[in-house]
């Protein structure tokens, strides 16, 4: 039986931020909910959060089946742990998880575990080794390589801190034991604090088994304490999403540059170009091509679409449809098969049928468009009367003008064509032409005699020439 304990009480000082520490994002998604995630994973019995700078606003992200325990003063991963003590009474493991190290992966968390329970340990720390091991809490070891202590930075001796294995902080108890433990905590260090870390000593003195389980990759126990921390960090999280995305059969054309959410979802022959920022509840089917220079939020994309230098969100576009560049879907848009969006044009709320074409320079909203309807330059739904949004309704194989203005409510009949430039304030019938303008006036010559005149007052304005 497992239960997970995540620490996330700090202040984060070094963020300098009026926003908890453990709420700054990586990948659109809070550090913690990173974290919370890979808990999950491990499919524990249940999970606990220690928080305490700002715990409301953390506890708002947290999911309600989340314990919440509360550490009103900030005195050491001891007493943070020493919070949830009705947490660990129950009869199992425990594993202690930090809110500011997202990084650690769910294999590595399962080995531990599985190491922890096969040598009967009290205790197994996730351990690793840094060439620059400074800020961390060194293992100390024996002649025959047994783990005896950690001993934090600020209390070791010169020769201490030249010992590169660290500690991670995550680590996996008998919950009894830590239960049982916690009271011989004492905050004798520099730091006047109570360290989960003496632990080992306490457990070693009464005879208890002791293990450390090594990771080679020192990357998953990187905390963050500043915004470079974090920078380096959701870069790492950014290329292992990358990787497992090509691994599955998508192409990432420049991993480094495109940034995709850990739950999207994306199937094989879908090509990714630089540049591109997938996030939210999106799924991208087969054979797409998206970006360069795209963004994708909360949207449906069905097989063999093309999105170039677009912005999408909340939209479900289907098969063999092509968006951009510089086309805007905005959210409950629905785009049909064989579709083109072409460049500058901006959708909302609306439905676009089959086979249809607005190629340039439209904004289509709140409206039903037919199938093989075909949408001029310029094409605009006049949905707004300042006060509430209307509904234009476009039938079958309409063709619309260029620079033409529907003023909804209005329906146009299947069939019909829209006269270029009109403004279309009345429903056109079926199979009719729509026109909207007023009549073209031509003055012959009179371009000619407004030249001449402004000549003549430009010559008049010239100063004289005295000397002549």
Sequence with gaps: MLRILILAAGKGKRMKSNIPKVLHKLLNKPMISWVVNTAKKLNPESIAVVLGHKAEEVRRILDEDINVFIQSELLGTGHAVMCAKDFLKFDGDVLI???????????????????????????????????????????????????????????????????????????????????????????????????????????????????????????????????????????????????????NGVTIVDPESTFIDPEVVIEMDTIIQPSTIIYGNTKIGRGCEIGPFTIIKDCTIENNVKIVQSNCEGAWIFSNTSIGPFARLRPKTTI?????????????????????????????????????TNIGAGTITCNYDGFMKHKTKIGKRVFIGSNSALVAPVMVGEGAIIGAGSVITEDVPNDSLGLGRARQVNKKGWAKRWREKKEKEVQGLKPKNKDA
């Excluded at 197994?124 to 202590?149: A, E, Q």
């Excluded at 083109?340 to 909302?348: L, P, Q």
């Design 97 to 247: 998880l930090y809110g500011d190290v997202p990084n650690v992966k769910v294999e590595t968390l399962k080995e531990m575990i599985e190491k922890h329970r096969m040598e009967n340990n009290s205790m197994t720390i996730l351990t690793t080794f840094l060439s620059n091991p400074r800020g961390y809490g060194r293992i100390v070891r024996n002649d025959s390589g047994k783990i005896i202590s950690i001993i934090e930075e600020t209390d070791a001796d010169e020769e201490i801190k030249k010992i590169k294995e660290v500690n991670s902080g995550i680590c996996v108890f008998k919950a009894s034991d830590l239960i049982n433990s916690l009271k011989y905590l004492k905050n004798d260090n520099k730091q006047g604090e109570y360290y989960l870390t003496d632990i080992v000593k306490i457990f070693l003195d009464s005879g208890k088994n002791v293990g450390t389980f090594l990771t080679e990759d020192p990357n998953e126990i990187l905390g963050i304490n500043d915004r470079m921390q974090l920078s380096k960090v959701e870069r790492l999280l950014r290329l292992r999403v990358n990787e497992e995305h090509m691994l």
């Design 336 to 372: 049909k098969e064989n579709v083109k969006i072409g460049n500058f044009v901006e959708v909302k709320n609306s439905i676009i049928e089959q086979d249809v074409k607005a190629g340039h320079l439209s904004y289509i909203g709140d409206s039903e468009v037919g199938e093989g």
